[in-house]
């Protein structure tokens, strides 16, 4: 059997019970379609429980309708895993604050706006291009991932991977480049040795 795991933000009802719904009747005797909130995760670290339900999953599912650092770090793991991954979106729901981080508006998704399209949307096969294996930046090895206004803390960091490790790095600072997109964002995570 083959097994789907869904991943959505947490705290518009109506919205979960829909895709809690949809899943349902999406599965089928051999693919199963398993939204997070239907797993018991009581006695155990949440983290953990979500890690180890899409390693163990087939595919993956992440619903991008609102803004979610859970959902945004699940799909960037199931990415990691090589895990056939789909983009699912509320076309209810205002687009703007997610275009607004730049990652996952550059990445396709299928939108819906009814349980019945939700449903076909989560039907479809689970194919998607697997995302390229790249080799590490031996020449730069660290990625640093800035912040939009730094900190004492983050010059200090900055400043002792430069002067301390002598360690040549990359870096993305949204202050001088506006948008980081998904496949950027890979790549430079992908060819790295270590990301700060």
Not at 45 to 59: F, L, M, N, T
Not at 77 to 102: E, N, Y
Not at 151 to 178: D, G, M, P
Request: hydrophobic share 40%.
């Amino acid at each position: 059997m083959t097994s789907v795991f869904v991943a959505y933000a947490s705290g518009n009802q109506f919205h979960g019970d829909m895709i809690v719904a949809a899943c349902k009747s999406a599965s089928t005797s051999d693919r199963s379609i398993t939204p997070w909130s239907t797993l018991d995760t009581s006695g155990s670290p949440v983290a953990r429980s979500v890690e180890s339900w899409i390693e163990g999953a087939d595919a993956f599912i992440a619903d991008i309708s609102l803004v979610n650092h859970n959902v945004t770090y699940e799909l960037g793991f199931a990415i990691g895993l090589q895990k056939p991954t789909r983009l699912i979106r509320s076309t209810h729901m205002d687009f703007q604050p997610v275009k607004a981080i730049g990652l996952l508006d550059t990445l396709g998704h299928d939108g819906y706006d009814y349980d019945h399209v939700l449903v076909r949307t989560l039907s479809k096969r689970d194919e998607t291009t697997r995302w390229a294996e790249l080799a590490k930046n031996k020449d730069q090895p660290v990625f640093i991932l800035q912040l939009p206004t730094p900190t004492e803390s983050t010059l200090r960091t900055t400043s002792a991977v430069k002067k301390i490790a002598r360690i040549k790095f990359r870096n993305f600072n949204s202050s001088e480049i506006s948008r980081l997109n998904a496949s950027e964002a890979y790549e430079q995570v992908a060819s790295s040795f270590g990301i700060i």
